[in-house]
Nanobody, 127 residues
Framework: HVQLVESGGGQVQTGGSLRLSCVRS????????VGWFRQRPGKAREGVAS???????SYANSVKGRFTISRDNSKNTLYLQMNSLKPEDTGTYTC??????????????????????WGQGTQVTVS
């Protein structure tokens, strides 16, 4: 049974930084990719960043150069380092994992419901 648990959200001033963590428990038997989503007030949920099964990383244009996604497989943990935060980054951030059945699994452009597992979300507020 796979579970994802996020932490690291909080309140920060404009220009500040936060690092989100997402710890996975339970094994994923196939190749998989992972990503971060966010839902900002009054807006649809959007993909922020993702890592494919081969390590290829992609970012939404709105966070390129400010956010960094990474993973530590030894700790079953996915990270999202967020720098130069802006008020428009305020929202609930959720990590997710998607299982595939081929050698290469990509999360680039994947929708939220394309994933198989999701965390509960962590709130980020930038003022």
């Amino acid at each position: 049974h796979v579970q994802l648990v996020e932490s690291g959200g909080g309140q920060v001033q404009t220009g500040g930084s936060l690092r989100l963590s997402c710890v996975r428990s339970g094994a994923i038997s196939n190749n998989y990719c992972v990503g971060w989503f966010r839902q900002r007030p009054g807006k649809a949920r959007e993909g922020v960043a993702s890592i494919d099964s081969d390590g290829t990383i992609s970012y939404a244009n709105s966070v390129k150069g400010r956010f960094t996604i990474s993973r530590d497989n030894s700790k079953n943990t996915l990270y999202l380092q967020m720098n130069s935060l802006k008020p428009e980054d305020t929202g609930t951030y959720t990590c997710a994992a998607a299982r595939g059945y081929s050698h290469y699994v990509t999360c680039q452009g994947a929708r939220y419901l394309d994933y198989n597992w999701w965390g509960q979300g962590t709130q980020v507020t930038v003022s």
